[in-house]
């Protein structure tokens, strides 16, 4: 079995700010889909069986070199360094997998269902920062497509982004992402963040 500490949400991201920036890195949120639901009906002490059954499968599940983190009530965060996305989907998919086939942990809770959202650096994002936006956009793209999946990020591809901008801005914008090694969106995000700022007194 992997030793894998689960770490607390700030421990998480400490030690997520120390893998080399420079190296591949894949960043998985993990949402426990119906956990609210054996609260309510069968009380936390099923809610938490099933949470710490989820722990004891992640973490006899994943690489030795993962880091692995509950950020918040019912989620979990998996650092995989020097793995790419393709790779994160492959490993997070059999676990979601594996957890949806089990049989409940115990016979007042359901079966665990999972939505797990991934993004890598720096195919998806340069900076740790962008890296878990990104993670989070997938996990709700995966529970809005019906939950009880894997999503990997797709960047939102402006479809509509050649009626507002010159093809002139739209070629040094591709170089500019080339060039930090980020995201177009990351790019225009930070751009409007920045306007957003300097206009605040009117809004």
């Given amino acids: 079995m992997s030793t894998t500490a689960l770490l607390s949400h700030d421990e998480f991201q400490a030690t997520v700010n120390k893998v080399d920036p420079g190296a591949l890195l894949s960043l998985a949120l993990i949402d426990v889909d119906n956990l609210a639901r054996v609260n309510d009906e069968h009380g936390h002490a099923a809610g938490d069986a099933v949470l710490r059954d989820l722990e004891e499968v992640l973490a006899g599940s994943l690489p030795a070199d993962a880091i692995l983190g509950r950020v918040g009530g019912d989620e979990y965060a998996v650092a995989l360094p020097g793995m790419a996305a393709e790779s994160a989907l492959i490993v997070l998919e059999e676990i979601r997998q594996h957890v949806a086939d089990r049989e409940p942990v115990s016979e007042m809770a359901h079966k665990t269902h999972l939505s797990i959202g991934i993004a890598g650096r720096p195919t998806h994002a340069g900076s ?76």
């Fill in 128 to 203: 740790v920062p962008d890296l878990f936006r990104a993670a989070e956009e997938s996990v709700y793209r995966a529970k809005s497509e019906g939950r009880n999946r894997t999503a990997l990020y797709v960047e939102s591809k402006m479809v509509l982004k050649s009626n507002y901008y010159s093809r002139a801005s739209l070629d040094r914008l591709a170089k500019l992402s080339s060039a930090r090694n980020r995201t177009e969106a990351s790019l225009l995000r930070e751009g409007l963040d920045d306007l957003l700022t300097k206009h605040r007194d009117a809004i």
